[in-house]
């Protein structure tokens, strides 16, 4: 069954901070047992986003997406609400959370569910690197708010 | 007949204009294509500049080898299937001599051609058909996957919906969508249940034929203006594939075939265990990448390329009947010479997607993929080699591992370096017809991509990031003043 919240987070765990979006999902992994208030909760990863993962937004209440950031001023996390954009990602193979939005109100015809994009700034991103202490800590932030906004109906 | 290496290297490089298309990619690697022009527009120098997977050889290097088929996948987000499984059968020479239960090969396969069919339709649908749909020099707001959406609604759905049923596949053979843990030296940890097979045996049907429809595509296409999709980057080569014991298309397993550029039989059935005597890594001093050549043939004539376009016409068939009866259509239209234009791979890609849409579901037939024998056993080696054909062409994984279980050498051949040379001059080929004499747009830039996604969308998808990240293309006489430029924002706007 389609559970009603998704929580998408992607990146490469062998290049350093990159794995902010797969970690805040082994995070919430290992939490979610002990908060039941949570509801059904579905965690999906991969490496980019891509076309198809449009049909997973099919059948959820509300979606997060968990992305690192390269940007210093997202530090130590920026959430916001997005909107479906027909954005230049299309012209790569891996698209922003806003073009996988458009992807699936193009291909459903009716509007996506409400998103939340979550990028959690990271500042080192070499091959074969751990998290830096500092996407650490802003990974401990970003897990905080995403606690509260699980628990918020 | 011009030298193939035209356009390498120009005698006067510091008297010319020079255009460098830089993007950057965070997960495939970074590619850059250097242009040399003279005040006239006049090409002379043209490379194709990728970083290579080296620092992932020494990642992998001390880890312990059982780690090795997952630590892999992290190489590439379009085909980690191709890695897990290629260091998969390294792997298995070394914990067994490379035996596998019946079971264990048929999953595998059914992974791989799960793999086959989700990356052939992203490469196709989502990065190659805007350009073909609209034209390489169409509206760069227009053209992309859903520009194709909007004007061609049922194809670009087709794309969505064949990349999904093949990243299931994926799924439900690996365990997980990414990242998967499905393959291990010697084996598989897990074998279908009788509901994973029936879920995805309800959807093997529609996904034959939609991919019998995108062979249609491409085929009109390539019918439509055969003058263009015969000639653009028309670079004849050696071709290299791996064929079975009766020469048919495999992409699992099999023996090395190789033929010239007029189609004849160079070597055949040829153990891939000997890779490194048959081929060697050449190196050039202006990339990271390796140049490899067939060693007999040496550097000038021993280039080749790899995948899709030299799959179908090495082969002697096809084994599914679908595909075959393309194939033949295929080698038919060629005439009695093999095909080389670039844009051929496309065709021959849609071929092998319909294979796969046949195999799997053959597979998913077979009671074996239900089977608990999952392990083999055999004498324990410190050397493995393994190779398949990964959706781009044959990838190498080689490595040496220590007593102590731990990996002492990695040496990894990706399809990428396999068709190094022959991107290069199909490059130079589009450059020299496409950008002599003219004024330099982004629509004729377009071309350049264009030619390098006919074979590879892992560096294409660099060069795409064109429009993601912001590109600016500066044109600098041999005083190193700025003479012209022109620049791409984050958007896909493009100005001067």
Same mark, same amino acid.
Not at chain 1, 61 to 72: G, H, N, T
Not at chain 2, 28 to 45: A, W
Not at chain 2, 83 to 105: C, F, Q, R, Y
């Given at each position: 069954?389609?559970?009603?919240?998704l929580?998408?987070?992607?990146g490469?765990?062998?290049?350093?901070?990159?794995?902010?979006g797969?970690?805040?999902?082994?995070?919430?992994?290992?939490l979610?047992?002990?908060?039941?208030q949570?509801?059904?909760?579905?965690?999906?990863?991969?490496?980019?986003?891509q076309?198809?993962h449009?049909?997973?937004?099919?059948?959820?209440?509300?979606?997060?997406?968990?992305?690192?950031?390269?940007?210093?001023?997202d530090?130590?996390?920026?959430?916001e609400?997005?909107?479906?954009?027909?954005?230049?990602?299309?012209?790569?193979?891996?698209?922003?959370?806003?073009?996988v939005m458009?992807?699936?109100?193009?291909?459903?015809?009716?509007?996506?569910?409400?998103?939340?994009?979550?990028?959690?700034?990271g500042?080192?991103?070499?091959?074969?690197?751990?998290?830096s202490a500092?996407?650490?800590?802003?990974?401990d932030?970003?897990l905080?708010?995403?606690?509260?906004?699980?628990?918020?109906? | 007949?011009?030298?193939?290496?035209e356009l390498e290297?120009?005698k006067?490089? !510091?008297a010319l #204009? %020079?255009?460098?298309?830089?993007?950057?990619?965070?997960?495939?690697?970074?590619? &850059?294509?250097t242009? *040399? $022009?003279?005040?006239?527009?006049?090409?002379?120098?043209?490379?194709?500049?990728?970083?290579?997977?080296?620092?992932?050889?020494?990642?992998?290097?001390?880890?312990?080898?059982?780690?090795?088929p997952v630590?892999?996948?992290?190489?590439?987000?379009?085909?980690?299937?191709?890695?897990?499984l290629?260091?998969?059968?390294a792997?298995?020479?070394?914990?067994n001599g490379?035996?596998?239960?019946?079971?264990?090969?048929?999953i595998?396969r059914?992974?791989h051609?799960?793999?086959?069919l989700?990356s052939?339709?992203?490469?196709?649908?989502?990065?190659?058909s805007?350009?073909l749909?609209?034209?390489?020099?169409? !509206?760069?707001? #227009? %053209?992309?996957?859903?520009?194709?959406?909007?004007?061609n609604?049922?194809v670009? &759905?087709m794309?969505? *919906? $064949?990349?999904?049923?093949g990243?299931?596949?994926?799924?439900?053979t690996?365990?997980?969508?990414v990242h998967?843990?499905?393959?291990?030296?010697?084996?598989v940890?897990?074998?279908?249940?009788?509901e994973e097979?029936?879920?995805?045996l309800?959807?093997?049907?529609?996904?034959?034929?939609?991919?019998r429809?995108?062979?249609?595509?491409?085929?009109?296409?390539?019918k439509?203006?055969?003058?263009?999709y015969?000639?653009f980057?028309?670079?004849?080569t050696?071709?290299?594939?791996?064929?079975?014991?009766?020469?048919?298309?495999?992409f699992?397993?099999?023996?090395l075939?190789?033929?010239d550029?007029?189609?004849?039989?160079?070597?055949?059935?040829?153990?891939?265990?000997?890779?490194?005597?048959?081929?060697?890594?050449?190196v050039?001093?202006?990339?990271?990448?390796?140049f490899?050549?067939?060693t007999?043939?040496?550097?000038?004539?021993?280039?080749?390329?790899v995948?899709?376009?030299?799959?179908?016409?090495?082969?002697?068939?096809?084994?599914?009947?679908?595909?075959?009866e393309?194939?033949a259509?295929?080698?038919?239209?060629?005439g009695a010479?093999?095909?080389?234009g670039?844009l051929?791979f496309?065709?021959?890609?849609?071929i092998?997607?319909?294979?796969?849409a046949?195999?799997?579901?053959?597979?998913?037939?077979?009671?074996?993929?239900?089977?608990a024998?999952?392990?083999?056993?055999?004498p324990?080696?410190?050397?493995?080699?393994?190779?398949?054909?990964?959706p781009?062409?044959?990838?190498?994984?080689?490595?040496?591992?220590?007593?102590?279980?731990?990996?002492?050498y990695?040496?990894?051949?990706?399809?990428?370096?396999?068709?190094?040379?022959?991107?290069?001059?199909?490059?130079?080929?589009?450059?020299?017809?496409?950008?002599?004499?003219?004024?330099?747009?982004?629509?004729?830039?377009n071309?350049?991509?264009?030619?390098?996604?006919?074979?590879?969308p892992?560096?294409?998808?660099?060069?795409?990031a064109?429009?993601?990240m912001?590109?600016?293309?500066?044109?600098?006489?041999?005083s190193g003043?700025e003479?012209?430029?022109?620049?791409?924002?984050s958007?896909?706007?493009?100005?001067?």
């Amino acid at each position: 069954m389609t559970a009603p919240t998704l929580i998408f987070g992607w990146g490469n765990p062998s290049r350093g901070d990159d794995a902010l979006g797969p970690a805040l999902l082994d995070a919430i992994e290992a939490l979610r047992a002990s908060h039941p208030q949570w509801g059904e909760v579905d965690l999906l990863t991969d490496f980019q986003l891509q076309v198809e993962h449009a049909l997973d937004l099919e059948g959820r209440r509300r979606v997060l997406f968990v992305d690192a950031s390269a940007s210093a001023g997202d530090a130590p996390f920026r959430a916001e609400a997005i909107q479906p954009a027909r954005d230049s990602s299309f012209t790569s193979h891996a698209l922003s959370p806003q073009g996988v939005m458009h992807v699936y109100a193009e291909i459903k015809k009716s509007p996506p569910p409400p998103c939340t994009l979550l990028a959690i700034a990271g500042e080192a991103f070499e091959l074969g690197e751990p998290l830096s202490a500092a996407a650490r800590s802003h990974l401990d932030a970003a897990l905080a708010w995403t606690q509260a906004w699980l628990t918020t109906s | 007949m011009r030298h193939q290496f035209e356009l390498e290297t120009a005698k006067n490089p !510091d008297a010319l #204009k %020079r255009i460098v298309i830089e993007p950057v990619s965070r997960v495939e690697g970074h590619g &850059k294509v250097t242009i *040399l $022009l003279d005040d006239d527009n006049q090409v002379h120098q043209v490379r194709l500049h990728i970083v290579e997977f080296r620092g992932f050889e020494k990642f992998i290097e001390g880890r312990p080898y059982w780690e090795v088929p997952v630590l892999v996948q992290r190489l590439c987000g379009i085909c980690p299937v191709s890695h897990h499984l290629a260091a998969s059968k390294a792997m298995d020479m070394i914990v067994n001599g490379g035996i596998l239960t019946p079971t264990a090969e048929k999953i595998r396969r059914l992974m791989h051609y799960g793999q086959m069919l989700q990356s052939h339709a992203l490469h196709f649908f989502h990065l190659s058909s805007p350009d073909l749909l609209f034209g390489f020099d169409s !509206d760069v707001a #227009k %053209r992309n996957i859903v520009g194709v959406a909007a004007a061609n609604p049922d194809v670009a &759905k087709m794309g969505v *919906l $064949l990349r999904k049923f093949g990243q299931e596949v994926i799924r439900v053979t690996s365990g997980k969508r990414v990242h998967g843990t499905g393959s291990v030296p010697g084996g598989v940890n897990k074998s279908l249940s009788l509901e994973e097979r029936d879920y995805l045996l309800k959807d093997a049907d529609q996904m034959i034929a939609w991919s019998r429809d995108a062979v249609r595509i491409i085929k009109q296409l390539h019918k439509a203006n055969p003058a263009l999709y015969d000639a653009f980057g028309n670079v004849p080569t050696t071709m290299m594939s791996l064929v079975d014991d009766k020469g048919a298309l495999d992409f699992y397993h099999g023996a090395l075939r190789a033929r010239d550029r007029d189609g004849e039989v160079i070597f055949d059935q040829v153990s891939y265990q000997g890779y490194h005597t048959l081929l060697t890594e050449g190196v050039k001093p202006w990339s990271y990448m390796k140049f490899p050549y067939i060693t007999t043939l040496g550097e000038e004539k021993g280039w080749y390329k790899v995948g899709p376009l030299a799959r179908i016409q090495n082969c002697d068939r096809i084994p599914t009947p679908l595909a075959e009866e393309e194939r033949a259509e295929f080698v038919a239209y060629g005439g009695a010479k093999p095909l080389h234009g670039s844009l051929g791979f496309h065709w021959a890609r849609m071929i092998e997607m319909l294979c796969a849409a046949e195999t799997i579901k053959d597979l998913l037939l077979d009671p074996d993929i239900m089977g608990a024998d999952l392990m083999a056993t055999g004498p324990r080696r410190e050397e493995g080699i393994g190779v398949i054909e990964a959706p781009r062409g044959t990838l190498f994984h080689h490595y040496r591992v220590n007593e102590n279980d731990v990996v002492t050498y990695a040496n990894l051949i990706v399809s990428t370096t396999n068709n190094n040379t022959a991107m290069n001059v199909a490059v130079r080929d589009v450059a020299k017809n496409y950008l002599q004499g003219h004024e330099i747009t982004e629509g004729l830039l377009n071309h350049i991509e264009v030619a390098i996604r006919c074979f590879d969308p892992c560096l294409s998808c660099a060069t795409h990031a064109l429009g993601k990240m912001p590109l600016e293309v500066t044109l600098v006489d041999a005083s190193g003043r700025e003479i012209d430029r022109m620049t791409k924002d984050s958007e896909g706007r493009v100005g001067k």
